[in-house]
């Protein structure tokens, strides 16, 4: 397996990959979110977000078979009366196709995205997830990931 960074050449590839998160997310809250209909639903998304410097993309891929992808932002968060400064990569996105599931695809993301904010000199990677995705919690927590916050809704 091979990770390597996005280009905007691979928009299509990323909003096909997001395809079975995304539809895992409607499932469970169609209220919120909508249902992909075709791999290309979320390519302006991508085209966009790559252009964009905050953003960083990795994709896993075998024997050149797109895997999976993680989809990361830099946040700087000014310090005020009430927080210090606060710089982290933010896991926007993570997804690996469910018949590429429990095979490490997932922890290797994270690891890059890891090394990746290590390079930009920041100190935390953060992500959130939805109650519902226990398997995802699953695999943050075996990464080292610890519960901070929760909301309500």
Known sequence: MEIRSATLKDSLTLSALCRDVQSLHAEHHP????????????????????????????????????????????????????TYLMRFLLVDQISV??????????????????????????GKLQLDSWDFNLEAHACFEKFGFEKFNNRFW
């Open 31 to 82: 209220q919120v979110f909508k249902m992909p209909q075709s791999d290309d639903f979320a390519l302006g998304f991508f085209n966009e977000i790559l252009a964009t410097p905050e953003f960083t993309a990795f994709i896993a891929e075998e024997a050149g078979y797109p895997l999976g992808y993680i989809l990361c932002r830099t946040v700087d968060r000014p310090e005020n009366a009430f």
């Open 97 to 122: 196709r469910p018949d590429a599931q429990r095979r490490g695809i997932g922890t290797a993301l994270l690891k890059k995205a890891e090394d990746h904010a290590r390079e930009l000199g920041l």
